[in-house]
T-cell receptor, first 113, second 113 residues
Framework: QKEVEQDPGPLSVPEGAIVSLNCTYS??????FMWYRQYSRKGPELLMY????GNKEDGRFTAQVDKSSKYISLFIRDSQPSDSATYLC?????????????FGTGTRLQVTL | GAVVSQHPSRVICKSGTSVKIECRSL??????MFWYRQFPKQSLMLMAT?????????EQGVEKDKFLINHASLTLSTLTVTSAHPEDSSFYIC?????????FGNGTRLTVT
């Protein structure tokens, strides 16, 4: 079993839809959770960063962490074609300069007109 | 925000030659940088942790003599793929943190012919 499980998709939604992306994990030591967006042939771009359980909102993006269920989510409201990309969840037990991330496999999202 | 610059973005080389990839933190000092490899439609695979002023730490299965890492300063780490072969063709990405969380370079696409 992988430490972090993420549905690879692809997930196709119409423009304006609410998108829900999810990851589950098995390591209870994970404390810091991140969502990255990666466009084709580019490096991952940090979208959201949360610590422990709870919600965090930034514009159209909301990140949720439920440590009791070992489950994290990223919601995208009013999805746009420019949101079409691969979304990677990542997590680590520690923060700081030496934090080694464990990634999900990434979910490919396609927002259609 | 934190910026990580990676160069070159794309390189094509002949089998048997060596290729050097640079990773720079532009507006912060990074005592630790990470090198990842990504195959098409797959997630990032950590290759090694680059530590300023000391030897890199390689992940299991990564040949340290093939993938030479040098972290000569707090803003620069280099990855040299020695005696490259076609199976080394991949997307190589570095990351660094000036605190938390990790930011990524835009990657280097290596093609070995």
């Amino acid at each position: 079993q992988k430490e972090v499980e993420q549905d690879p998709g692809p997930l196709s939604v119409p423009e304006g839809a609410i998108v829900s992306l999810n990851c589950t994990y098995s390591n209870s030591a994970f404390q810091y959770f991140m969502w990255y967006r990666q466009y084709s042939r580019k490096g991952p771009e940090l979208l959201m960063y949360t610590y422990s359980s709870g919600n965090k909102e930034d514009g159209r993006f909301t990140a949720q962490v439920d440590k009791s269920s070992k489950y994290i989510s990223l919601f995208i409201r009013d999805s746009q074609p420019s949101d079409s990309a691969t979304y990677l969840c990542a997590m680590t037990p520690i923060t700081g300069t030496a934090s080694k991330l464990t990634f999900g496999t990434g979910t490919r999202l396609q927002v259609t007109l | 925000g934190a910026v990580v610059s990676q160069h070159p973005s794309r390189v094509i080389c002949k089998s048997g030659t060596s290729v050097k990839i640079e990773c720079r933190s532009l507006d912060f000092q990074a005592t630790t940088m990470f090198w990842y490899r990504q195959f098409p439609k797959q997630s990032l695979m950590l290759m090694a942790t680059s530590n300023e002023g000391s030897k890199a730490t390689y992940e299991q299965g990564v040949e340290k003599d093939k993938f030479l890492i040098n972290h000569a300063s707090l803003t620069l780490s280099t990855l040299t793929v020695t005696s490259a072969h076609p199976e080394d063709s991949s997307f190589y990405i570095c990351s660094a943190s000036g605190g938390s969380p990790l930011h990524f370079g835009n990657g280097t696409r290596l093609t070995v012919t």
